[in-house]
C-alpha cells in the first residue's frame, strides 16, 4: 500500500543566499503510512516544526518533493493547498489559537470557511464535533471564559471538524499540567483507534513514553538522524 505522505530528497532553506541563511531541513526523506502515530523529536531548532509546516501544505521545500495520497503537492498553487489543508489536515497548536472574543461554535466553525456550505450546515457540525468532547454546552460561550482543559477541547474539536484522516500537532503538551497531558492523550488514543494518522512534534517524555506513539523520527540539525518502530 502507498504511504499517505511520501517526502524525497527535502531540504528548507530560509533566507536564501543571503547573509543570514539557515538550512532548516537537509535531505529529509520519509514515508507515513495511514493510521501511523508519529512522534517528530529532538531539540529546539532541529527542524521539528519546520517539517510539520511542509508535511501540513503550510509551506513549501526550497527542493525535493512531498506527495500527498500519491499526489504531487510540492508546487501547486496557494488555493489548491488552502483546499487540501481544509479537506485533509487538522492542526492542534501548543497556543491552541483560538479567538478569545468570539464563540466556542465560532471558533470551531472557522476551518469550514471559505465553502459552499451553509452557515446551518456548519453550525451543526461544530455542535457534534463539541459533544464528542464533552462541551456541548459551552457552544456559546466565549472562549476567553473557558479553562485551559476547555478550551485545548474547543481547539481539537476545531481541527476536527472538516473530519480530516491526518491531525498535526505541535508540542501539544507544552503548556498542559499532567491531568490535562493525559487527558489529551487519551484523545489522540481515541482518534488513533478511528484510524487517523497522527503526527506529533513532542520534545515531552510523557508523550514519548506513553504508549500511544507507533513511530519516533529523530532530527537534529535538520537531518533525520533516528527512525524507531516501538
Known sequence: MAPIIAVKDVC???NRHAPDEMIALDNINLDIAAG??????GPSGSGKTTLLSLLGCMGRPTSGSIRLHERHISRLPERFLAKIRRETFGFVFQHYNLL????VTENVM????PTAMRVKTMKNLAHEVLERFGIGHMADKKVKLLSGGEQQRVAIARALVTQPDIIIADEPT????NELAHDLLAIFRQLSDDGKTLIIATHDPFVSRSGLIKRTIELRF???VGDVFP
Not at 478569545?100 to 464563540?103: E, L
Open 12 to 14: 528548507k532553506i530560509y
Open 36 to 41: 501511523d502515530v508519529v512522534a517528530l523529536t
Open 100 to 103: 478569545r472574543d468570539v464563540s
Open 110 to 113: 472557522l476551518p469550514l470557511y
Open 174 to 177: 507544552a503548556h498542559l499540567d
Open 222 to 224: 535538520g537531518r533525520v
